[in-house]
């Protein structure tokens, strides 16, 4: 719903709930084990158009308008308050990240650093500039991830709730990310 105040919320990094994380962490080594990098990727394109599908017609006022949307599981609860825009520049922002750890693990070193989820949240005043920017994220996402000939690396780097993942599974991970913050956009955009 959208609100005239700053809604109380948990702060960035906060991570999900101690059940719903475990819960997510088995499914997403599961999906790890069991799915390809081409399945990956098209689950990935595939939320893509359903993304732009969404907002393909918004105007700049449906796009950053702030909106406060209950809670979805995968989602922190210092998320739920953005705009479309918003979370399209947390895509961005992101995709990038995922580039750069997987183009290190790729070539059997750890990237420099903790990954962090507070780190990836979003500037308030993004506007409509979001969309393009999130679109060149994900076309260098794609391309990035063509051009690794091997994810089942012995480099690991460890995801804030997740643990250590090889590129294989940060690449499952890019999927499943981009399916919960389109369901982040349709929640937005009903309200």
Not at 66 to 90: F, K, N, Q
Not at 115 to 122: G, H
Not at 143 to 161: L, Q, S, V
Request: charged share 25%.
């Amino acid at each position: 719903m959208p609100t005239d105040q700053e809604p109380t919320l948990q702060a960035p990094g906060a991570g999900l709930p101690w059940l719903e994380n475990r819960i997510a962490r088995i499914l997403l080594r599961w999906k790890s084990r069991f799915g390809t990098p081409a399945t990956f990727m098209a689950q990935f394109e595939s939320e893509r158009q359903r993304i732009h599908a969404l907002i393909e017609n918004c105007g700049d006022e449906r796009l950053t308008r702030r909106v406060l949307i209950a809670r979805l599981p995968g989602l922190e609860d210092s998320s739920r308050y953005w705009s479309v825009a918003m979370t399209l520049e947390h895509l961005r922002i992101v995709h990038h990240a995922f580039i750069g750890i997987l183009t290190v693990l790729a070539s059997e070193k750890i990237p420099s650093g903790e990954a962090s989820t507070a780190a990836v949240k979003p500037r308030v005043d993004v506007g409509s500039g979001a969309i393009a920017t999130y679109e060149e994220s994900c076309d260098a996402l794609l391309t990035c991830a063509a051009g690794i000939r091997d994810f089942k690396t012995k480099a690991r780097y460890t995801h804030p709730w997740f643990g250590p993942m090889d590129a294989h599974c940060w690449l499952a991970l890019s999927a499943g990310h981009m399916a919960i913050h389109r369901r982040q956009i349709e929640r937005i955009l009903r309200s």
